[in-house]
């Protein structure tokens, strides 16, 4: 029996160092993990502040361009604005020398008239007259529709202007908003 035993106990100590060795290793592989954990928690957090950073960047440049983007074009709507001011200065000065050309029109039919009235052959006279006042209507008519026609294509105009001015001072700022990559 003394060799059973010591086949026991051989066999047992041979247990116990199995054991041992395999609660080692498992001990090793779980550290190991352990630090691969980490160090992917801790890249994990460096990519995510990286991420915030980016976004905050892109935010405050968008942010920039956007407020460039405005101030070209309230600046681009005030030069507009002016220039329809002077627009419609000229519009009400052209209607001005409209109105004064028709009372000029008017004083020299009424002069005709009165030369017709103090002549001897009335009846040719006032047939002459007659077109004249058809004519000083027609003219005052048309000079009245010219002037409003005027107004309206200068008044479109200068917005066409302030409007491409706004377009081309957006598109050819040459930076284009930032844009977010977070990804590595």
């Known amino acids: 029996m ?9 066999s047992l100590q041979v247990l116990v160092l199995a054991l041992a060795s395999t609660a080692a290793v498992q001990t090793w592989r779980l550290h190991g993990a352990q630090l691969e954990a980490a160090e992917a928690r801790t890249q994990q957090a460096t990519q995510q502040a990286e991420g915030e950073r980016l976004a905050r960047v892109a935010s405050e440049t968008n942010r920039q361009l956007e407020r460039q983007y405005r101030e070209q074009v309230s600046e681009i709507e005030t030069r507009a604005q002016a220039d329809l001011a002077q627009s419609r200065v000229a ?6 020398a409209g109105q004064r050309l028709q009372r000029e029109l008017a004083a020299y039919v009424e002069r005709q008239r009165r030369a017709c009235a103090d002549s001897t052959s009335v009846g040719n006279g006032s047939a002459k007259l007659g077109n004249a006042d058809l004519l000083a209507e027609l003219f005052r008519r048309a000079d009245a529709r010219a002037g409003e026609l005027a107004a309206i294509a200068d008044e479109a105009r200068i917005r066409g202007l302030a409007c491409e001015a706004s377009y081309d001072a957006v598109k050819n700022a040459g930076d284009q908003p930032a844009e977010v990559h977070t990804s590595p």
Not at 2 to 10: C, E, G, I, S, T
Not at 91 to 96: E, N, P, Q, S, T
């Open 2 to 10: 003394p060799v059973l035993d010591n086949v026991k106990r051989a």
């Open 91 to 96: 519009v009400d000065r052209a209607r001005d």
